[in-house]
């Protein structure tokens, strides 16, 4: 008998008992992400959720938390107003997702405003919510807003100006994104200067650090808080937008900073990380997955976090 045909005789019934047990013992699915409450994603300044419905705004990241088990809605705000206003949008997004499938509550991680959009949703209706985790979001503020409004005071004619082209640019972001919310540029530097900033957390402290650069409280009213960011400007030579984050970082003098938000004014809760190597825009995965090439994978965090989510529970 050739070798051939005794290879055959021996390798068909080898393969047949390999089938019967991989059918016996079938692959488990990646449960990795899967949390007792859907994700709900909020953007921050100037955001959206996806531009002509093609390209996201949190890159590829809710591809990644759902490849886990992770039931993942991306909200859809203004991209210019107050935490206030963003977060009566958040809350209508909220109810209607809650009539339309049951749930309970929601885990809400928001980036940049979209921390203090959904600390405003967690103070106001924490029925709605499960936990919340900001991502370079500018708790205390953030010096760039000061800069801007400083450079253009109250009472400036440039104000309303340079306002109405702000907002004009914010329209435009809406329109390519399918959303006709009104934009308040104004409205949106207030909420993020220092003072804005110091007025909103006073109304809405829950989870607020105890000290400048400290951590905050990690349950506040059944509410589970969370915070991280990065503290990179330049991260890319081939990512263009590195050349704002560069002249963002410049207002810092010489703090720690992702570019537009400083290291602890990113604090809030249980503080996971503050010093990714990550500007403002490396952490939604921005501008299309362009990083440091030995910087942590944003996709790889957020699936890491909410994993932290679902082993509490929520």
Known sequence: MSRLHLGRLIGAPLL?????????FPASADDYTKTRYPVVLVHGLFGFD?????????????????SGGAEVYVAQVTAANSNEVRGEELIDQLETLRALHGYAKFNLIGHSQGGPTARYVASVRPDLVASMTSVGSPHAGSKV?????????????????????????????????????????????????????????????????????GAGAGKVDGIAYYSFGGTSNSTNFFDGSDIAM???????????????????SSHW???????????????????????????SNPTSVYRAQVNRLKNAGL
């Open 145 to 213: 807003a000061d800069f801007v409004g400083t450079t253009l005071p109250e009472g400036s004619p440039l104000r309303p100006l340079v306002a109405s082209f702000v907002n004009a640019f914010a329209d435009l972001i809406g329109l390519l994104s399918g959303s006709n919310n009104s934009q308040d540029s104004l409205a949106a530097l207030k909420a993020l200067d220092s003072a804005g900033a110091a007025r909103f957390n006073a109304r809405y402290p829950q989870g607020k650090p105890a000290t400048a650069c």
């Open 246 to 264: 560069i002249a963002g970082g410049l207002l810092f003098g010489g703090e720690a900073n992702d570019g537009l938000v400083g290291r602890c």
């Open 269 to 295: 809760g249980q503080v996971i990380r503050d010093d990714y190597d990550w500007n403002h825009l490396d952490e939604v995965n921005q501008i299309a997955g362009l990083r440091g090439v030995f910087s």
């Open 50 to 66: 996806a531009i002509g419905g093609v390209y996201d705004y949190w890159f590829g990241i809710p591809q990644a938390l759902r």
């Open 16 to 24: 047949l008992a390999l089938l019967l047990c991989a059918s016996a």
